[in-house]
């Protein structure tokens, strides 16, 4: 069983439109979207929910204010500024370390379990699928995308599937490092601009301290041929292959406003791009 | 006065709104970009870095000495980051929140702190415009801390525009907290009307009045517009693709560079937020700067 | 000496659960090869982070002297390694069988972490 995780540093690069592109030309695989604070590949491969189930992490204290006598003690230990003068846990603000809940000397606080998300076991066209919503604000996504990782594999192994296709997180932080850590092969899709190739560099870093075999998607690769090469390179230094290049095509938006894959709707030039960077990764990275 | 500038999908132009606002408002403004993971208001702005400080998090050190091993630091840590196993207490830096909580209740005092680095906040000018940002360490995955510490270099005369990191979720309300208006950053297509729905959610719940910029706005449905309308969020701007824009931004030029007629949709979305937030705040800092 | 083996069931030919932290069982067995305990570590399973040292910290409590799984992370290693716990990895198969390689003295232990982090 291979796990093939699809990033990109810089989001709008395209990740999650190749995912969907790749789970319809694979066939076969079990697809997970790690991106769980806007997950999107949903909006593609239209799952039908087969089990949720709720997703809880880390504590928020709550202060009962009938035994709370105000002598200040917790706010005084909190470093987050999470109780307010009126003694009341901002939950945004507050950590859960639980310092508070110690230090109380009339034990009127508590720490209560987080419900900060929910995740989905579906099916979908191209196969099973595991995704996930984290409520807008909550934290611990690095959590939630080890969790729906691990419930991929699960499946894969029961269900006899040799490749595991994972949309990954954006960004260089916790839930990108949770998606990556344990994978088979890491693909990076970029776009050609300094932003992108200054994302590219900081993800390849990231990726290759966890040395993790890496390859590179550079996509609308005609809105800056000079960047696209030195995206090349950069890889390169990396110790990353260019799989390919896809160029600028409105066919990619047009599949996307009919909630389809690109390579689904038939002749066009990123779609047949992305057909041939397919080829590429069962050949030079999953045979 | 604080602007976010914030998006639910990344890639929708998020960048090129915060510089490119920051850059009208000229002097008066304050740029600091938030997206500690991936800063990229510097490729646009190439600001001039003056100073520049470590950002950490307290984390403890064990004073072997005078530790007995009592178990105390362990029971009260939720992070398993400090552990005492044996004859001895194991720390593990990565996992501690700086909470404080193990070297408060150790009874021998044996525990003091230090700081663990995860990053940088740089601090500048970009021609008229006073520029902050943090870089968040390769492999580091604690961000809130750093976004406070930009955060906290907030010029109360200023017009502070904050480029927030793309999502909902804790970085992105670290970030957006405090804001006197949000502009949400979005493209019209099925991604970016579901990822603005959530954010929007996110930003609401906070009680911070937002407003909507469709970027690329002529591709795609019209779904977002149909959105913003039902729930009656402002559409502060729609700005048209443009092959001009998108190769400008590539090498590194803002928006009002590539598309100097866009400097008219600025000056309406600033004035748009002023009407909408009619703050003292906003007029002071008008004035104090002119 | 007492033996700990990660394991999918409760009983002694489960498969082995190759993660450590995140194991579903830890069965721990005596020298005889008996299982003289089940650990239930659903709560582990669902630890934020960390779970790896408060695994390792469990079978520390309860004076383990080998532990046999598949992965072990680098955090969870430091903490055996206090604890002075020998660490069997790459082990699969039955529980049963498992411990027949340690009794054995086929099963070579680790001298350091076979997987990185995991967050």
Same mark, same amino acid.
């Given at each position: 069983?291979r ?6 540093g810089?989001?709008?690069?395209g990740?999650?439109s190749?995912?969907?592109?790749f789970?319809?030309?694979?066939a076969d695989? /079990?697809?997970?979207?790690?991106d ?8 593609l ?9 709720e ?6 204290? %709550?202060?009962?204010?009938g035994?709370?006598t105000?002598?200040a003690?917790c ?11 009126s ?7 507050? =950590? ?5 809940f ?6 009127a ?13 579906s ?8 995704h ?10 690095g ?10 594999k ?7 599937k040799s490749l ?12 990108? %490092?949770?998606? /990556? ?11 050609p601009?300094?932003?992108?190739? $200054?994302?590219?560099?900081r ?22 041929p000079?960047?696209?090469e ?9 110790? !990353? *292959?260019?799989? @390919? ?8 938006i047009?599949?996307?406003? *009919? ?17 041939e ?8 990275i999953?045979s | 006065m604080i ?20 850059v009208?408002?000229?002097s ?7 997206d ?10 190439k600001?001039l870095i ?11 050190v064990?004073?072997?000495?005078r ?7 362990? =029971? ?5 980051a ?14 501690? $929140?700086?909470?404080? @909580? ?8 044996a525990?003091?702190e ?11 000018t970009?021609?008229?415009v006073?520029?902050?940002?943090g870089?968040?360490?390769?492999g580091? !995955? ?5 976004i ?9 005369e ?9 999502g909902?979720?804790?970085?992105v %309300? ?10 949400m ?6 991604f ?13 719940g906070?009680? #911070?009045?937002?407003?909507v ?11 977002v517009?149909d ?7 402002p559409?502060?701007a729609e ?16 928006? #009002?560079?590539?598309?100097p007629?866009h400097r ?5 979305i ?5 009407? !909408? ?9 008008s004035?104090a700067?002119? | 000496m007492?033996?700990a /083996? ?9 498969p ?6 995140r194991?579903?069982?830890?069965l721990?067995?005596?020298e005889?090869?008996t299982?003289?305990?089940? /650990? ?12 790896g ?12 002297d ?13 903490v ?8 069997a990895?790459?082990q699969s198969g039955t ?8 009794m ?11 997987v990185?982090?995991?967050?």
């Amino acid at each position: 069983m291979r796990e093939l995780v699809i990033i990109s540093g810089k989001g709008g690069t395209g990740k999650t439109s190749l995912t969907a592109s790749f789970a319809c030309l694979a066939a076969d695989a /079990v697809l997970v979207d790690c991106d769980v604070d806007a997950a999107d590949l949903h909006i593609l491969v239209h799952p039908e929910v087969k089990c949720a189930e709720e997703f809880r992490g880390g504590v928020k204290a %709550i202060i009962d204010r009938g035994i709370c006598t105000e002598c200040a003690a917790c706010r005084e230990v909190c470093r987050f500024n999470a109780i307010d003068d009126s003694y009341v846990v901002n939950p945004v603000s507050c =950590e859960g370390c639980g310092v508070c809940f110690h230090v109380c000397p009339e034990k009127a606080v508590e720490l209560e379990e987080n419900l900060c998300g929910r995740w989905f076991v579906s099916e979908t066209r191209f196969g099973p699928m595991v995704h996930a919503a984290l409520f807008p604000g909550e934290e611990n996504s690095g959590k939630l995308v080890a969790l729906v990782r691990n419930q991929a594999k699960v499946i894969a192994r029961r269900e006899g599937k040799s490749l595991i296709l994972v949309d990954g997180a954006p960004g260089v932080g916790c839930p990108v %490092i949770s998606s /990556v850590t344990g994978a088979d092969h890491v693909l990076v899709v970029a776009e050609p601009s300094l932003s992108g190739l $200054h994302d590219l560099e900081r993800v390849c870093k990231l990726v290759s301290g966890f040395r993790i075999p890496i390859s590179v998607v550079v996509n609308k690769r005609d809105i800056n041929p000079l960047i696209t090469e030195r995206i090349e390179a950069s890889a390169g230094n990396h110790g !990353a *292959q260019v799989l @390919g290049t896809v160029p600028y095509d409105d066919s990619v938006i047009k599949a996307m406003v *009919q909630r389809r894959a690109v390579v689904e709707n038939g002749l066009s030039a990123a779609g047949n791009a992305v057909r041939e960077i397919w080829d590429r990764v069962k050949t030079r990275i999953l045979s | 006065m604080i602007i976010s500038v914030a998006s639910g999908k990344g890639g929708t132009g998020k960048t090129s709104i915060a510089t490119s606002l920051a850059v009208v408002l000229g002097s008066r403004a304050q740029l600091l970009d938030c997206d500690v993971e991936e800063p990229n208001c510097h490729i646009l702005m190439k600001p001039l870095i003056e100073k520049s400080f470590p950002v950490g998090v307290p984390v403890p050190v064990i004073d072997k000495g005078r530790c007995t091993v009592c178990g105390r630091c362990g =029971e009260v840590c939720r992070f398993s980051a400090i552990v005492p196993i044996g004859d001895v207490v194991l720390t593990f830096p990565e996992l501690c $929140h700086g909470c404080g @909580g193990c070297a408060l209740f150790c009874p021998e005092k044996a525990i003091t702190e230090t700081l663990r680095e995860l990053g940088v906040v740089e601090i500048g000018t970009a021609g008229p415009v006073d520029f902050v940002h943090g870089r968040l360490r390769i492999g580091e !995955a604690m961000a809130p801390p750093l976004i406070r510490a930009v955060k906290a270099k907030i010029k109360s005369e200023k017009i502070a525009i904050i480029d927030a990191p793309p999502g909902a979720s804790c970085p992105v %309300i670290t970030a957006v907290s405090g804001a006197d208006f949000v502009v949400m950053v979005t493209e019209p297509t099925p991604f970016g009307l579901h990822d603005l729905q959530i954010a929007v959610n996110a930003i609401l719940g906070l009680g #911070i009045p937002l407003g909507v910029v469709v970027n690329r706005s002529d591709i795609g449905d019209s779904a977002v517009q149909d959105f913003c309308q039902s729930r009656r969020i402002p559409i502060l701007a729609e700005i048209p693709h443009s092959r001009r824009i998108a190769e400008g931004y590539s090498s590194g030029h803002l928006l #009002i560079e590539s598309e100097p007629s866009h400097r008219a949709t600025f000056l309406k979305i600033l004035s748009e937020i002023e009407l !909408a937030t009619a703050g003292t705040s906003w007029r002071r800092a008008s004035c104090a700067s002119s | 000496m007492r033996i700990a /083996v990660t394991s999918t069931g409760k009983d002694i030919d489960s498969p082995v659960d190759p993660r450590f932290g995140r194991a579903r069982y830890i069965l721990i067995l005596d020298e005889k090869g008996t299982v003289s305990e089940v /650990v239930d570590n659903t709560a582990n399973v669902n630890a934020l982070k960390g779970a790896g040292i408060q695994a390792g910290k469990l079978l520390a409590d309860r004076k383990v002297d080998v532990l046999v799984t598949g992965h072990c992370g680098p955090n969870a290693f430091t903490v055996l390694e206090a604890a002075g716990i020998k660490v069997a990895v790459q082990q699969s198969g039955t529980v049963r069988q498992a411990v027949a390689k340690i009794m054995s003295g086929e099963a070579e232990f680790a001298d350091k972490p076979n997987v990185e982090a995991h967050w």
